[in-house]
């Protein structure tokens, strides 16, 4: 994971932008990759429980490779979660603007207004090594089949506004073990299972991504020793945005 570049000698670290409903898991996922990398439990990204959605900053989470100032070349960026209705949840013309780097860190999220160009967080002229370079779609396994057809859409147009910026995009579904019981009681049955198969696929047709662009993964919740298992699905996801976000930097450097 650490010996890539990016194709872009300006960019120094390729930009994953988490996006989904609240409670999906993207700041677990990102601390859940950070154990995984470094081999011990960490916690560096805020994670809520099941009513929360504790992640209102935007934020870079870089993650430490060997050295206390060397860092892996790729960073997530967190945002609030998506919620029905008016006025809850993050805007969704907010997350757009994230990934047109328009966002810097600090900014605080605010679901009742949206993000301006006044404000003192808006950067006017963003850089490509400021751009979101992968847009990563994260669904509960769990509640996806109860999600309302306005969170769906939400979703739809923020995969939209990606592809219109040159953005590659893929999704993970959380939660599987919520979801199976066979994969509940071992982590290895994931692709023998026909419920989360059916799932991915449901998550497929809804949102419009193929079916091997969405990766099934169990993140680090009440475990408290390293699993192997989990761990090759979370990297394997990883591995997939790494190489989305390559991909789309040689592509506009082609441009």
Known sequence: MGDFQPYQTDVEHIRILLCGPSN?????????????????????????????????????????????????????????????????????DDIKLAMKGHMKDGYVFNPHSPFKSTDPHYNNSPTLKEHTHVLVCVVSAGTLPILSEEL?????????AAQEFGIPQMAILTKIDEACPDVQADIKNVYRSKVVKDVMETLSSSLDIPLDYIFPVK???????????MEKLILTALKQMIDFGKEGLASRDLD
């Open 24 to 92: 999906a898991g993207k700041s677990t996922f990102i601390n859940s990759v950070e154990t995984a990398l470094r081999g011990r439990m960490t916690g560096q990204a805020l994670a809520g429980g099941d009513s929360d959605n504790l992640t209102t900053k935007y934020q870079t989470y870089k993650i430490q490779q060997g050295k206390p100032e060397s860092f892996y070349p790729f960073v997530f960026k967190d945002t609030m979660g998506l919620e029905k209705g008016q006025s809850r949840g993050i805007c969704v």
């Open 152 to 160: 769906l859409e939400k979703m739809r147009e923020l995969r939209l």
């Open 219 to 229: 993140n680090y919740h009440c475990e408290i020793c390293a699993d192997e298992e």
